[in-house]
């Protein structure tokens, strides 16, 4: 049996209103960092691809930049920001499972 909790669920089981907003802005912050990780995943991937085709040269005609040490650098920074966000997701949980007991 599969058990499936919302925030609506979660935030249901908390009496104290300061504790029940902190609760919510902390499980807002899940789903915000979840996004700016799948963001930076993707554009570290399609970053990736470019510099492979730079480094072969074969990136179409019509694209500006063609130096492969641009892709390098935009992947690098798309995969920092990636563990930034994924750290900040990690983080929120201790905080998360704090709150009530606090």
């Known amino acids: 049996m599969k058990v499936k909790f919302s925030k609506e669920d979660i935030l249901a089981l ?18 915000r960092h979840q996004r700016y990780c799948r963001f930076h995943y993707e554009e570290f991937n399609k970053a ?15 694209t500006e930049m063609k130096n492969p040490e641009y892709y390098r650098c935009v992947f ?22 704090n709150i009530p007991v606090s």
Do not use: C, Q, T, W
Request: glycine share 2%.
């Open 14 to 31: 908390i009496n104290d209103v300061d504790k029940k907003e902190k609760l919510k802005l902390a499980l807002d912050s899940i789903d």
């Open 48 to 62: 990736f691809e470019s510099y492979g085709l730079a480094m072969s040269d074969e990136l179409p005609s019509e």
């Open 76 to 97: 690098e920074s798309h995969a920092f920001a990636f563990f930034r966000a994924l750290h900040s997701l990690i983080e929120s949980v201790p905080y998360i499972v």
